[in-house]
Structure formats: C-alpha cells, structure tokens
C-alpha cells in the first residue's frame, strides 16, 4: 500500500511547553489509523500540525510526496487533506446545506449536485434537516454535518478529531458505523479519538501517545489485546 502521508520526528512547542516530542507515524492509502491517549497527550496539537495551524521546530509532514511544512493552513485542505476539528465548529447561524457547501470552497464553481447527493446518501438525516439552522441540530447530527461538510473537499485523508466528544453511547455507535462505511467506501482515515475501545475496533493500526511521544504502535487488534493497554486505556 501507498504511504500517503508520513509524519518524521515533529517537535511542536507552545511558548516553553515541549507539547510534541519527537512524533514520527505513517498512514497508507485505504487505511484507518488511530492515535490514542489521554486528555492532553498531544493527540490534537499533532493534526493541528499536519493541517498547518500549527508549525513544527524539527522533522516534516510529507502527504502524498509534498513537504507540507511550507503550505500555509488555508491551502492545505486543496491538497486532499481534510479535518474534522474537536468540537464540530460547524457554522450554526447557516442552514444545513449551506454548511455543506461551504465545505466545497475548493472546488472550483458551485458546489455539485452529485456531491450533495454524495454525503446525503452517507448521512439521511442531513437530507431531513438540509433547510434547518445548523445551530439548532442535535450534538450526534453537528458531528455528521462536520464530516459531511469534510467529504464535500473530496479529501484523500481524513482526519477526524475526538468525533464521539460529548455524544450518547447510542449516538458514538452511529458516528463509528459511519467511519467503517467511509472506510469501506475507500475512504482514507486518521482518527483522534479518547474512546480508545472504539477506536482500536475499527482501527488497522494504532499509536499511543502519552505526554507527547508515541510510546506504542501496533495494529488495532494488537492493542485491544495488549494487557497494558487495556489497562492504561480500556478499564480492564
């Protein structure tokens, strides 16, 4: 498998605070990879830095052959590469569709039918609620719009951040069958996610990241398995 993006030795700092020390991981094309670990292991601040909104002092984000080191943030996304940041940031004063449009920015002209079509398919309650303030949709449907707004770029990787933060158990079920259908529809993913159990189910590989270094990396089966991690991770 093709090695889309590859993250090499990253160091990332906030003023004096080392938040990423030496971070080094690879996605294939058609994978999911996970990074685990808890709050404050520097999970986020990692795709804030492959998206450019954060810069790295050492190493380099390579995605598909390109040294995105010297991209700026907003041109990153017409590139492929496509986040779904914590906390949904949808536009809540929008409608539904026009949130989804929006998400075609990059794509030149208006937004196309088909694509619409496209997440609409994915995500049915967006089509029942296209017309309805984004402001007034349910946490579990501003998650679905989030990535729906996302699939509108045509990204060749995904990134996902903490998309079951803040749902139901019901609603965190709903949003993991949809990352499984986007996989198995080709969709490439790298996903941030605290629900560790979750995440490793649907995971092909892990990393754990612990205070800011990747401590271990296995496949998800591999992890779920591992006695420490179920430990450290999974109540068991």
Do not use: C, W
Request: hydrophobic share 40%; charged share 20%.
């Amino acid at each position: 498998m093709e090695t889309i993006l590859k993250v090499d030795n990253i160091n990332v700092y906030y003023g004096s605070i080392h938040a990423i020390k030496g971070v080094s991981f690879e996605v294939s094309q058609g994978e999911i990879v996970t990074l685990i670990g808890a709050n404050g292991a520097g999970k986020s601040t990692t795709l804030n830095t492959i998206s450019g909104l954060l810069r790295s002092k050492t190493g380099s984000v390579t995605f598909l052959g390109e040294d995105l080191g010297k991209v700026p943030a907003h041109k990153v996304v017409s590139r492929g590469l496509a986040l779904v940041p914590e906390g949904r940031r949808v536009f809540l004063q929008m409608t539904t569709q026009e949130n989804l449009e929006m998400g075609a920015y990059t794509q030149s002209g208006k937004p196309n039918p088909a694509d619409l079509e496209m997440v609409y398919q994915q995500f049915p309650r967006l089509k029942e609620r296209r017309k309805q303030v984004a402001g007034t949709l349910s946490g579990g449907e501003q998650q679905m719009l989030a990535m729906g707004r996302a699939l509108m770029s045509h990204p060749k990787l995904l990134m996902l951040d903490e998309p079951s933060m803040g749902l139901a158990p019901i609603l965190v079920e709903q949003i993991f069958d949809i990352i499984k259908r986007l996989h198995e529809g080709g969709t490439t993913i790298l996903l941030v996610e605290q629900n560790a159990q979750a995440a490793l189910s649907v995971a092909d590989r892990g990393y754990v990241l612990e205070t800011g270094k990747v401590v271990t990396a296995g496949t998800g089966a591999e992890l779920l398995a591992s006695p420490a991690i179920k430990k450290a991770y999974l109540g068991g």
